[in-house]
């Protein structure tokens, strides 16, 4: 798992941002694992949760965590670029970061018995952030949030296009549990709400929630219930306006008898891989023992509940991997308490030594026996002591 940074600065813009989009993408990540493990041990989580009959509340969570990640690459491209380093650069660590996750999620989906030709939620993820950040490289500013509507619209064209073809493309990508194209337009939302400024304007944010709500209401209205499948309006709208109201509540000043929670939330929001794997090997065990669909809800609820608890608490505190899509390869610690000094860690340097006071040359003493300066104006040259002092830890991006 990639390691947990400290909190980030409650105060300014950046440690603002940082902590509104941890806590978003942790309630995403709560949002999952409850209906997850409530549709794994049940049978069938939108019968049980709070919702529609085909959209359960918790059907949010993966346009949520779509939204999130193109947001977070925004922020990243943008803090690259801010420090001088060149595209083809942050196009290898935007590759690295988000390009990984299809051969996990293969290898995953390989791993629980699953059909080798699935397309699943870490490779749709991989594959829409990385075509999100060719969209974004070439559609300029102010015309994302058209190009993120007429994606969303053209995602749902296509799924109808191709319902009933049985070939690979149609079955999967195109048309399957998470179709590319309307899960791009979710991460073009992302990237759009970012370069507009919108992710840190709360009255902006406040205002989509309300519209989201108001036009789920009235689709509703009209006999157009939410529903998770196919991904049409009936998806995007009520998904979308629980998008707004979970960023609006990530937003919002959280009181101080929530501090905990809000640690916990956050912490483990920047273990989400970690978390999703670890989630999926309880999915194999469920499913070795034969418990797949035969717990009753009363006990299903909060079973789910209760692992959700201990996955973020124990998420920031098991043994950190070699190697993270996040971060790269681990550096060796120096031989001082710290890490490599890579942004988001901190290391402690090494005590600079004194340097010696030079000797005073016999030209360079004054007629009272004093040394005097270099420059020879009689004066003694004051020697300031050296100063170490740590850099400062920096927010992620």
Known sequence: ??????????????GSRAIALDRLRGIALVGMLVHHLTDWTTGDARAVLP??????????????????AGASMALLVASRRRRGMPRWRVGVQVGRRYGTLVPV????GWSLWRSPGMFGVLEALGVTVLLGAAVTAVVPRRALPVTAVALLALGAWSEQAVDGRQDWMSREVVGGKFPVVTYLGFVVVGVA????????DRRRVAGAAVLGLVATAALSARGMDPERYPGDARFVVPGLALTAVAAALAQARWPRALAGVDRVLRRAATHTLGVFVAHYVLYGLLRRAGLLGQVPPALAVPLAVAFTVV????APRLPQLPWSPRTGWRRPRGPLSGTSGRPGTTMWPRPTPAPAAPRPSPAAATPDGRAAAPGGDGRAAAVAPPTTEAPGRQPPP
């Open 1 to 14: 798992m990639a390691p947990a940074p400290t909190d980030p600065p409650a105060k300014g813009p950046s």
């Open 193 to 200: 709400a970012v370069r507009a400024g919108w992710h840190t």
């Open 311 to 314: 996955a973020c608490l124990a």
């Open 105 to 108: 999620g293969v290898a995953l």
């Open 51 to 68: 919702g529609w009959h085909r959209f359960a509340l918790t059907d949010a969570a993966a346009v949520v965590f779509f939204v999130a």
